[in-house]
């Protein structure tokens, strides 16, 4: 791990599943002389005080902010608009604002005409993350070996940058740099369309008239039982994904669709060559993901962590 950089004051805004996780980070590594978080919902700030991740716990935005010299928003994407408005005439000249929205061109669009011009505003998305939400799920290694992907723009201050890129190492990331079209491209795939499938697949299970809801349940182990883990995602974070990244997502399921039409076509005429090849192919890169220490050889399914 790189040497611990270390802020007077460090204000997170959302305190849900990645807001939480980010204070107990901070929080691990002694990055901060005085954390504190904000939340709009009452009972999640109220919760968020009994866990105890920070020092200090808002429930208005501004007071959090007033003073930090790092500010990261940790709401869904489609709040990101109002959480600038209402914070951006409490922020101290100098400071950091960024984020972990898991669409980045979106958010910068959004804040960035919302922020007064003595900020530096540098996007980030840890890519990581469970299916859980809220302040009782996080927890303070989730970033551990995970990249952290930052979106500085052609303008932004490399000061700024080295300094945020410092925060990130020492919450346990490895650390990314790419524009954030580039970002919101490769996440369509890795994970946006993905979730799109999950959800879907379980969605025609659940309609199916022909298998009962209770078969698809007593034989969920066969395969479909992976992807409802997923499909049990937050739905306001996931909606929005969706509608910040239209574009990347429109994009690549085009793709996935010619390629699902080829397999079709392949199971159609008996083509257990294509079959094949493809499979031979999809189980190297389960292989590539393991071997770059980015999953573990056994099934996790409940996402086991130590806390
Ligand atoms: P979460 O557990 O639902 O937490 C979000 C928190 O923000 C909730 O407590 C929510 O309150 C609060 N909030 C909503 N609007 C607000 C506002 N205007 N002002 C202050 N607080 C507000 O969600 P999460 O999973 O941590 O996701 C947060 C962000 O991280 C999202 O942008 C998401 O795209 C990104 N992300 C998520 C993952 C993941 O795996 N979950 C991974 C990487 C990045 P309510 O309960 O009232 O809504």
Redesign the pocket.
């Known amino acids: 791990m790189a040497d611990t950089v270390k802020f007077d004051r460090i204000a997170i805004?959302?305190?849900?599943?990645?807001?939480s996780s980010v204070a107990r980070a901070i929080m691990r590594a002694g990055a901060a002389k005085t954390l504190a978080v904000?939340?709009?919902?009452d009972a999640?700030i109220k919760e968020a005080r009994d866990l105890g991740f920070a020092h200090e716990f808002h429930a208005d935005?501004k007071q959090a902010v007033a003073d930090a010299d790092i500010v990261i928003l940790?709401?869904?994407?489609g709040?990101m608009a109002?959480?600038g408005a209402n914070i951006a005439s409490g922020l101290k000249p100098g400071a950091i604002v960024s984020d972990?929205?898991?669409v980045k061109e979106g958010v910068f669009k959004a804040l960035d005409p919302l922020l007064p011009d003595h900020v530096h505003l540098i996007p980030g998305?840890?890519v990581?993350?469970?299916e859980q939400?809220?302040p009782a799920?996080g927890f303070a290694s989730l970033f551990d070996g995970r990249w952290c992907i930052l979106t500085p723009s052609a303008n932004t201050d490399a000061a700024a940058l080295d300094r945020l890129t410092r925060l990130w190492e020492a919450l346990g990331s490895k650390v990314e740099i790419m524009t954030a079209p580039h970002h919101d491209l490769v996440l369509a795939i890795t994970s946006h369309v993905p979730h799109l499938i999950a959800y879907n697949i379980v969605g025609t299970a659940s309609d199916l008239e022909e298998v009962t809801r209770s078969e698809v349940i007593k034989y969920s182990a066969g395969g479909f039982r992976d992807f409802t883990r997923i499909a049990a995602?937050?739905p306001?974070?996931w909606r929005d994904?969706f509608l910040n990244n239209k574009d990347a997502v429109l994009e690549m399921l085009g793709r996935f669709s010619e390629d699902l039409t080829a397999l079709q076509r392949a199971i159609r005429w008996g083509d257990g060559d294509a079959l094949f090849d493809l499979f031979t192919r999809t189980r190297d890169i389960r292989r590539r993901i393991i071997d770059a220490g980015q999953d573990e050889e056994t099934a996790d399914f409940g996402r086991h962590h130590e806390e």
Not at 13 to 19: D, E, F, S, T, Y
Not at 38 to 41: G, H, I, L, V
């Open positions: 805004v959302g305190a849900g599943l990645i807001g904000a939340d709009a919902n999640v935005a940790a709401v869904p994407v709040a109002s959480v972990v929205g898991s998305h840890p990581a993350g469970t939400s809220g799920a995602s937050d306001t974070m994904v």
